[in-house]
């Protein structure tokens, strides 16, 4: 949580599963430690990816909801900005994907690539100056659209073999 450019409260735990249940005791946790109620934010800063899927989607499932219940803007981040911000706006962005991939910046678009094609590349802060680095770049953006996951290939999950159901109305 910051006021201005200074650190009120951060947390950041590294977890597997969980993190669904976890998310909102942990908020609640950073506003206490902060000395801040809900009421008192006036916006909420979201990364939003690429990265891990389920976990990007609660972040900003949650953010938008936050933000729709208490009225304020929430704002996405991508990695590419939290990486310029870092870094600076010249840095090659390379974010891990899996099996030895990176998600990087090319020509105005994210792109999915082999690491070892990215020498020299600037990746993702430490999970605490990255939450710094959100709140910066959400401080100074205007309110925009609400913040969407930002997926730069495909899920790996297989799409459901059967159609789904039909939902029949004989009420009429």
């Known amino acids: 949580m910051l006021l201005g450019d ?3 409260a951060m947390r950041a735990e590294p977890m597997a ?3 669904a249940e976890r998310l909102m005791p942990l908020l609640e946790e950073v506003l206490a430690e902060a000395g801040h109620v809900w009421g008192d934010l006036a916006r909420i800063g979201v990364g939003v990816g690429p990265g891990n899927f389920t976990g990007i989607r609660i972040g900003v499932s949650a953010a938008r909801g936050l933000a729709l219940a208490l009225d304020i803007p929430a704002i996405g981040v ?3 900005e939290i990486i310029a911000e870092a870094e600076g706006p010249d840095a090659i962005p390379a ?3 899996p099996q030895g991939q990176a998600y990087t ?3 105005g678009a994210p ?4 690491a070892e094609d990215l020498p020299g590349a600037s990746g993702l802060p430490e999970p605490q100056e990255m939450a710094r680095h959100i709140a910066r770049v959400a401080t100074r953006t205007e309110a925009a659209p609400a913040p969407v996951p ?3 290939k495909p899920a790996d999950a297989a799409p459901p073999r059967d159609a789904p159901p039909e939902i029949v ?3 009429g």
């Open 6 to 8: 200074r650190v009120l």
């Open 150 to 152: 930002l997926y730069v």
């Open 17 to 19: 599963r969980g993190q």
């Open 169 to 171: 109305d004989d009420l």
């Open 105 to 107: 910046w090319r020509d």
């Open 95 to 97: 974010i891990p994907a």
């Open 111 to 114: 792109v999915f690539c082999a």
């Open 78 to 80: 991508s990695g590419f």
